[in-house]
């Protein structure tokens, strides 16, 4: 019975010990624990703080050109769009006339409203950015004037923008208009979609004959007055031709006249005519051919003279001998 009762206690020893132990242990775990939790609020509370001060994070995030290379930034901004609806005149609609008054083309994004009255069209355009529309019209004698600006700001889905153009036919004929909308990188020119362009053909009539008389004087006088300035310019042109002509002739006529001596003689007068006064410098030069001749037949007299003279001489000696 006593062994019993000294083996009771030492058991009961060792089971206080081994408690003992374990709750030192527990202590030690809990105590770690407890930091732990109070580390995580300190850090929590410190990034807080941060985040508040100027200049932290709180105050905005960095530009896209630290945080995002460009390809991710205009992919971001791609993902930004949305689609509207872009309402616009059917050019084909337009009836234009030619050397008529111009016709105006419009484009608008309505916002809310979607209905497009007759003679327009609708088209889808990405929208939430600067929104550029442009109105191409090739052809001979085709103009197309804008009257608004190229770029508008459409941000949301009840944005109101609208775009005019004035479209004149100076001739008829045909022509191509087209319609391009472009969304660009908030003001930048880089451009985020463009949409294929709109694409038409165009005819121009020819404007209507009237029969009133005041039409007819109308092309009455277009015509003479293309007449008159028809002959006008041709009458100049021929008096350039003859002024050439004449220059060209007097350049090759000699300055004192013929060489001939047949020009010398004295004109004959006709009968019941008043004979027309010779040039000055031609009657000096028949004075002076006549000069010359009086000369001439005096030396051939002095001449022949002389040789008679000679002659009788050798003849007299002859007798003589």
């Known amino acids: 019975m006593v062994g019993l009762r000294a083996w009771a206690t030492r058991r009961r020893s060792s089971v206080l010990l081994v408690l003992d132990a374990l709750g030192g242990v527990s202590w030690v775990a809990l105590g770690l624990l407890l930091a732990l939790v109070w580390g995580s609020f300190v850090g929590f509370v410190t990034q807080s703080e941060e985040e508040d001060r100027p200049g932290g994070a709180a105050m905005g995030t960095a530009p896209p050109s630290d945080q995002f290379s460009y390809a991710e930034e205009i992919e ?22 030619a050397d008529a008054p111009p016709r105006r083309f419009r484009v ?22 600067q929104i550029g529309v442009k109105l191409h019209c090739s052809g001979a004698g085709v103009r197309c004037t804008p009257l608004s600006s190229e770029r508008q700001s459409v941000l949301s889905r009840k ?6 153009w004035e479209v004149q036919a100076e001739r008829a004929g045909t022509f191509s208009v087209a319609l391009t909308m472009t969304s660009y990188l908030r003001d930048t020119d880089t451009v985020l979609v463009e949409k294929p362009p709109l694409i038409w053909s165009v005819d121009a009539v020819a404007p209507p004959a009237d029969d009133d008389w005041l039409s007819w004087a109308r092309d009455l006088w277009r015509q003479v007055t293309e007449a008159i300035t028809g002959l006008g310019g041709l009458a100049v042109s021929v008096s350039a031709i003859a002024a050439v002509i004449a ?4 350049r090759r006529l000699p300055a004192d006249g ?52 000679q002659s009788s001489g050798s003849s007299t000696g002859a007798i003589s001998s």
């Open 159 to 164: 944005d109101v923008a609208v775009w005019l």
């Open 76 to 97: 971001r901004e791609r993902r930004r769009l949305f689609d509207v609806t872009v309402v616009h005149t059917n050019p084909r609609a337009l009836g234009l006339v």
């Open 108 to 129: 608008e994004i309505p916002g809310a409203r979607v209905a497009s009255d007759p003679g327009e069209s609708q088209a889808v355009a990405s929208a939430g950015t």
């Open 247 to 250: 220059m060209v002739i007097r």
């Open 258 to 309: 013929p060489d001939d001596d047949a020009g010398t003689a004295d004109p004959v007068p006709e009968v019941g005519r008043r004979p027309r006064p010779r040039p000055v410098r031609r009657v000096q030069r028949v004075r002076r051919v006549r000069r010359v001749r009086r000369v001439r037949s005096r030396i051939g007299r002095a001449a022949r003279r002389a040789r008679a003279r």
